[in-house]
């Protein structure tokens, strides 16, 4: 599982994914190795996602501010898993936040 920010200068998580694959591909990992790999980005930064699962909205385009406790941190992951484990749409989850979803539920499929 590897986990990310996508930053400005990324334009979303399949272009960090391909950044990721170009390195691994270099380092000798096969694609079916590389195929095994969950990725979890977020745009910019985490706090975003915590925004969004804290109060139902967020704007990737900006920095979500700062977490400052672990408990904050921890609620967030609960509701998380519980959203990617339905797989049903959230409205205005953040996109990101989707494709992280589609990931882990994609690697709970392939465990099965």
């Known amino acids: 599982m590897v986990w ?18 170009r390195e691994a591909n270099r380092q ?19 706090e975003n996602w915590v925004e969004f699962l804290q109060t ?6 900006k920095e979500g501010p700062r977490v400052r406790h672990d408990r904050e941190v921890a609620e ?3 509701s998380l898993a519980s ?15 989707q494709w992280s979803c589609k990931n882990w539920r994609a690697l709970v499929d392939r465990m099965k």
Request: charged share 30%; aromatic share 8%; net charge negative.
């Open 56 to 61: 139902g909205h967020t704007d990737e385009s």
């Open 28 to 46: 000798g990992i096969t694609q079916a190795q590389f195929d095994r790999v969950v990725f979890i980005f977020a745009k910019d930064r985490l």
């Open 4 to 21: 990310a920010d996508c930053d400005d200068d990324c334009e979303n998580g399949e272009a960090l994914k391909a950044t990721f694959w």
């Open 83 to 97: 959203m990617c484990r339905s797989g049903k749409p959230v409205n205005d989850m953040p996109s990101s936040l």
């Open 76 to 78: 967030a992951a609960k």
